[in-house]
């Protein structure tokens, strides 16, 4: 029987070969929105300056950088060497690593930021537990997801997801067609699955309390906050 790949397997095959043009065509094709929502989560963290924060699923850096750039003392994981190596020639401390075995002891962490992480592991709610473990009390932990916009903007978003985008990471080729063809269905399996409202409830059973959401660009970007209690 062939094996099925896991999310996390899957998240491993899709992003190593854009590694090194992830930044400038998610910036891109996301119309420069997904670079909004990035500033909005970090934004609004209310950690003081000099905070110690893990950027889970860091990719190549760009939520880091913003990190930064606010004067946190930050710690970039991935489980894509080829990802968190571009972080790193750009000055990022890196661990390479899985969010679901984050190799740190508890509550060491002022603050923990994840982008586009809970669609690529395996048990969404152990990886949130997981999340919530490495934060101390009162620390804050923050989100950027997609999210599926409603009413007369979903059969845009269809139309975007299914035929502009596959049809764009074609022309762009270098492992961006395989991504254009995977996002929109695997977007809108989440959705369907995690609702934001049960999303923000899994962060409440994980122990984060005060959680806050944000529906961004027409409900296309998914914005949390939350502390832990």
Avoid: N
Wanted: aromatic share 10%.
């Amino acid at each position: 029987m062939m094996h099925e790949a896991t999310p996390r397997e899957l998240a491993g095959k899709l992003f190593a070969p854009i590694a090194h043009t992830y930044e400038f065509w998610a910036w891109l094709l996301s119309m420069g929105q997904d670079a909004r929502w990035r500033r909005a989560m970090v934004g609004a963290l209310d950690i003081g300056p000099g905070s110690r924060v893990l950027d889970v699923a860091a990719g190549t850096g760009s939520i880091t950088r913003q990190l930064q750039a606010r004067g946190f003392e930050v710690i970039s994981l991935d489980q894509s060497s080829e990802m968190i190596r571009v972080a790193k020639q750009q000055g990022a401390v890196t661990v390479l690593a899985t969010a679901e075995r984050l190799p740190f002891a508890d509550g060491v962490f002022d603050g923990v930021t994840f982008g586009y992480l809970l669609r690529y592991v395996d048990d969404v709610p152990r990886a949130l537990e997981e999340l919530v473990r490495v934060v101390r009390p009162g620390g804050a932990l923050g989100m950027v997801e997609f999210g599926l916009p409603a009413g007369g903007w979903r059969p845009a978003w269809w139309v975007y997801t299914r035929m502009l985008l596959p049809a764009s990471g074609a022309v762009i080729r270098s492992g961006w067609g395989t991504v254009g063809r995977f996002l929109g269905p695997s977007i809108d399996a989440f959705g369907r699955r995690y609702p934001p409202d049960r999303l923000a409830a899994e962060w409440r059973a994980a122990g984060m309390g005060e959680v806050r959401l944000w529906r961004m660009s027409l409900g296309g970007g998914l914005v949390m906050w939350g502390r832990r209690q």
